[in-house]
């Protein structure tokens, strides 16, 4: 049920590297400004590769979408 984000700065991985928050971010027809944003976000917060959102301090996980249009297109493109 996702992930709790860190409080402190952790640049383990790369904004670019968190895929799961651009295909989300597209699938949701976000702004492009905003779904950098959310990957900075997420690289700063140490959040997994897999995260797509965060809610009330919690990372939701691409792992956790039902649905099976999207779970489709995530496995065509490699990111499941």
């Known amino acids: ?4 984000s860190k409080a402190k700065l952790d640049t383990t991985h790369q904004p670019c590297e968190y895929k799961a928050i651009a295909f989300w971010g597209s699938v949701m027809g976000s702004y492009q400004y905003y779904i950098n944003d959310q990957q900075i976000v997420a690289a700063m917060e140490g959040a997994p590769l897999g995260a797509i959102y965060q809610r009330d301090s919690v990372w939701k996980l691409l792992s956790e979408v039902t649905n099976p249009t999207v779970i489709a297109e995530a496995k ?5």
């Open 76 to 80: 065509r493109l490699g990111l499941l």
């Open 1 to 4: 049920m996702g992930t709790k």
